[in-house]
């Protein structure tokens, strides 16, 4: 799991603490309300009120956190051929990402890489690769990407669902690669 990902879910478990924590013991918001009057700073406000809201905040974030799950489409670990009573047949992920290795290594390009979003209803994959010669395997892209999607349209066997390809050559790394300076 990412970082920012373990982040969102650990502030919205702090706050559901906190509120869960209200709503069962109510005199602790009021002791913290007098705890500030000693200290000087002065807050008027009305307990009710304040747990009021802070459950309207908690519910909207709820929804929220229920839209996203049902709403983002889940990346399946492999691509189903054919399901019978017996079993079911699948293709892995790997198994794809090599398949489309081996189909664009006569093609003139080197180090692919393959990146695929495998949902139920659509079928992405995103390659890049470098050539030695790019202008001449440019002007071969729009060729390759179409004879690779008749090619993995034929491997899976599933004309219902769209394949979409994108092949790019000799992109740049969006990683920032911070080298300090070599002296000699």
Request: proline share 3%; net charge positive; charged share 20%.
């Given at each position: ?70 709403l983002i489409p ?10 019978t009573k017996t ?24 180090n692919i890489q ?71």
């Amino acid at each position: 799991m990412r970082k920012t990902i373990k982040i969102f879910l650990i502030l919205i478990i702090f706050t559901y603490v906190v509120g869960i924590c209200l709503l069962i013991w109510p005199e602790v918001l009021e002791s913290l309300f007098w705890s500030l009057k000693r200290l000087g700073i002065n807050f008027s406000g009305n307990t009710d009120m304040i747990r009021y809201y802070y459950g309207v905040v908690l519910l909207s974030l709820s929804v929220i956190a229920l839209l996203i799950v049902l709403l983002i489409p889940n990346q399946l670990p492999d691509i189903l051929l054919e399901r019978t009573k017996t079993g079911r047949l699948a293709l892995s992920n790997y198994g794809v990402k090599q398949f489309i290795r081996t189909q664009l290594s006569g093609e003139g390009l080197s180090n692919i890489q393959v990146k695929l979003k495998n949902t139920r209803r659509q079928k992405k994959f995103y390659i890049v690769a470098d050539a030695a010669y790019k202008r001449s395997v440019v002007k071969e892209l729009p060729r390759i990407s179409n004879q690779l999607t008749n090619e993995l349209t034929n491997l899976l066997g599933d004309h219902n669902t769209p394949v979409k390809v994108s092949v790019k050559v000799n992109q740049k790394s969006t990683k920032n690669n911070h080298l300090a300076p070599r002296v000699v």
